[in-house]
C-alpha cells in the first residue's frame, strides 16, 4: 500500500500531520509504515505534540545553529539560488530525518503518549510538500 500525503507550508515551522497519516493506517492492520519526504529543504520528525512551546524552541534552536545565508557567518555558502534561506534549508534538512519507519498494531501507530509526526519546513516562502508513505504487512 502506497500514498502521498500532502501539507500546505507558510514558512518555518513544524506541521503535524499525525491525524492523516493515522487514518490512512487504520484499516491496514499490522505492518510497518514508512514515510518519506520528497524534498529537499524539509524534514520528519516524531516529537512532542502537547506543549508548543517544544515546536518553537526546535524552531529557534535551528535557526541560530543554521542562520540565513545573509549572516555574515555564512558567506562562504555558494548556493543561493532561491533565496538566502536556500542552503541553510538544504543544511538544516541533512541534520534531520528525511524518513520515518513506525510500527502499526491493529491499525494504530505505536507512537507514544505525546509523540506526533511532524513536517518541519525549513523555508521561509509557503510550499506544498509531499511525504510518501509506504505500509507493508507482517
Known sequence: MQTIFEQRTQGQALYEITRPVAEWVRPLGDGLLTLMIRHTSASLLIQENADPDVQ???ISYFARLV????DPSLNYLRHRDEGPDDMPAH???TMMPVSLSIPVANGAMRLGTWQGIYLFEHR?????RQVAAHFSRD
Not at 124 to 128: D, E, K, V
Open 56 to 58: 518553537r524552541d526546535l
Open 124 to 128: 521561509n516562502a509557503p510550499h506544498t
Open 67 to 70: 542562520p540565513s545565508a545573509n
Open 91 to 93: 543544511i538544516k534538512a
